[in-house]
């Protein structure tokens, strides 16, 4: 069947490099080269140093391999596999799903975590996030309700994108235990972990505590590294990773020898990466409370518990996809609607990474009183 639109990077394809602000950007501010190599250890330069451009173990290196098995408390090198993060959900959907298999996908989410399960033939119930006066929350009956005798796969997003939810971790345990009760597989994208507005909130990923999940990350959000292109996938089961590993035959076969050398130095340096990019996101978390207070009859504001995303609302009488048309015309600021999620009501992203992020605030400030 013909695949269906990816209707964000659409979007993003038309508008991202011709908008002179984003207001919208998903990741953090990305690191340069220089400054990324500038905290390579001298063994890690030795191997930037004296790097040979030639093809790569398919897997992916052996010590980016270690390095991201460090990141986790049960997996190790062995069951983790590299690849590009896009092409991780593709492969990762084709070795655990089959036409007619029935699959239960957190939402709103990024499109191919539904998408490509479509493309199967296999049918998707969206499990939905819902709205409230204190934030976003789940309602796990409804994923009870969901279920059918096809359900093979549950597909979460914690932190998710582009709501900032994580839920708390009895409520995590509850839906590995609701899992692991009907014997289905979890893929779990974790792309937002280790963004955690408070670190005691941090969730233990799915590829730790449930044999049958699948956990996708990578260096493009939490790391401030998206030119990368390395993400991977983590798994107890070696034998889904394996099943991975021969469709990846099929895509790339293998890695950017370059980008991997470069994820090598990023993982070693996790800490001082990570912290700098959540000092980013909490800055600008206190910077948007003050702006969307101050337009609280424009928006309505909830603060991200994790990741580097908000999903506010637009209160106005235009539906959002206008107001975001008017943004990026009369201000230059591309601003991504809720419809891009498939989600209903007036929703739209925001994006709490970049360090021009009270600039960018500006001109929407602008915007506003233009239209009073």
């Known amino acids: 069947m013909p695949v269906t639109p990816f209707r964000l ?3 993003f394809a038309k508008h991202e490099f011709s908008a002179r602000y984003l207001l919208s950007a998903s990741d953090c501010e990305s690191l340069g080269m ?3 190599l500038q905290m390579a250890a001298p063994a890690s330069r030795a191997l930037w140093d004296s790097l040979n451009l030639a093809y790569t173990e398919s897997p992916g290196h052996p010590l980016l391999r270690a390095e991201v098995a460090k990141l986790y408390e049960r997996i190790a090198p062995d069951q983790v596999l590299i690849a590009v993060p896009e092409e991780a959900i593709y492969i990762a959907m084709r070795s655990l799903l089959s036409p007619g298999d029935h699959v239960v996908v957190l939402s709103p989410a990024y499109q191919s975590l539904a998408e490509i ?19 976003w929350k789940l309602d796990l009956g409804q994923l009870e309700q969901s279920l059918t005798a096809q359900t093979r796969l549950l597909v979460l997003n914690f932190p998710n994108n582009p709501t900032g939810y994580l839920p708390a971790r009895a409520e995590f345990d509850a839906i590995i235990s609701f899992a692991r009760k009907h014997q289905l597989a979890i893929f779990a994208d974790e792309m937002y972990r ?6 005691a909130l941090q969730l233990p990923s799915v590829a730790d505590v449930y044999e049958r999940g699948i956990a996708l990350s990578g260096l493009s959000k939490s790391f401030a590294l998206p030119g990368l292109r390395i993400g991977w996938l983590a798994s107890q089961d070696r034998q889904l990773i394996e099943r991975c590993l021969e469709f990846k035959d099929y895509t790339t076969i293998c890695n950017s020898a370059p980008a991997e050398i470069l994820g090598i130095i990023a993982l070693q ?13 909490r800055a600008n978390i206190a910077i948007a409370e003050q702006f969307f207070n101050k337009h609280r009859n424009r928006v309505s504001w909830v603060s991200p518990k994790a990741g580097s995303v908000a999903f506010p609302r637009w209160l106005g009488t235009q539906p959002v996809e206008q107001f975001c048309q008017s943004v990026l015309e009369e201000q230059a600021t591309l601003i991504v609607p809720g419809n891009m999620f498939d989600f209903p009501g ?5 994006g709490l990474g970049r360090k021009n992020f009270g600039e960018v605030l500006e001109h929407l400030d602008e915007y506003f009183a233009a239209h009073k």
């Not at 340096?269 to 996101?281: A, D």
């Open 194 to 199: 280790l963004l955690e507005s408070d670190g």
């Open 117 to 135: 399960a479509r493309f199967m033939d296999c049918s998707v119930t969206p499990w939905m996030l819902e709205p409230t006066a204190a934030g």
């Open 269 to 281: 340096n996790t800490v001082q990466i990570v912290q700098r990019n959540r000092e980013i996101i």
């Open 346 to 350: 007036n929703y739209f992203r925001v």
């Open 9 to 11: 990077e659409r979007y």
């Open 34 to 36: 220089a400054e990324l």
